[in-house]
């Protein structure tokens, strides 16, 4: 069955490095998101991605933040400037439709 | 913002019994998503409730959505401890495509 996969899905990284969360949706999907959970708090809508442009983003997702589909099949996350409350784990998800989403298994990132 | 709320929060209950986990939202959406998550994994799909009155059921689980009362809820039937994770419904709006998630209910089931 096709999936959504993360990479990596565990990152350690130090204060003010960027990371880059890199997700691969399936495969004839059109719609894409980033969404984040702080460890024991809900699921947080950050972006999503549509036509290879932005169509929706939250408050969170501020000028620290960007996504990218650079090849077609890639899509990823990068944070500029980590912060401490950056750490989260990171879902990817896509769709075909605008009414659902497929999650991935996530990346783990933790800013120390 | 639309809001999602669920309650119980917390739900420790016995193998065998039955329980309801309620998820209701703030404004008009008749979208709701039921998903399963275990500690430290993803999100797995469980029910997708499209219009007002739908009702799913998937071995001891089983959900429905009021779109009037902006209400849905998550029925388990005697409860097996397979069933223990974290339960969160989402909503998306009529008019977008992000999902807003409920405040999760971790569900304990005690042999």
């Known amino acids: 069955e096709p999936e959504v996969t993360q990479t990596p899905s565990h990152q350690v990284t130090q204060m003010g490095q960027e990371v880059i969360l890199r997700c691969v949706p399936i495969?004839?999907?059109?719609?894409f998101y980033w969404y984040r959970q702080i460890l024991g708090q809900k699921v947080e809508f950050l972006v999503s991605f549509y036509n290879n442009e932005i169509s929706e983003k939250s408050e969170i997702f501020d000028d620290q933040f960007s996504v990218e589909r650079p090849d077609g099949s890639n899509f990823t996350l990068k944070i500029r400037s980590t912060k401490l409350e950056d750490s989260a784990m990171y879902f990817c998800?896509?769709?075909?439709?605008?009414?659902?989403?497929?999650f991935g298994q996530g990346t783990r990132l933790t800013v120390v | 913002e639309l809001k999602v709320e669920q309650n119980p929060l917390f739900l420790s209950m016995q193998e065998g019994k039955n329980y309801t986990i309620y998820c209701n939202y703030s404004?008009?959406?008749?979208?709701l998503y039921w998903y399963r998550q275990d500690p430290g994994k993803s999100l797995e799909s469980l029910f997708v409730?499209?219009?007002?009155?739908a009702v799913k059921q998937e071995g001891r689980l089983m959900a429905s959505l009021d779109t009037k009362a902006r209400l849905s809820t998550l029925h388990i039937t005697a409860a097996v401890h397979d069933l223990s994770a974290t339960y969160f419904c989402a909503v998306v709006t009529n008019t977008g495509n992000q999902f807003y998630f409920g405040t999760g209910t971790s569900l304990t089931v005690i042999p």
């Open positions: 495969s004839n999907h059109l719609y």
């Open positions: 998800a896509s769709s075909a439709q605008r009414y659902e989403a497929f």
């Open positions: 409730l499209l219009s007002n009155g």
């Open positions: 404004t008009t959406s008749d979208r």
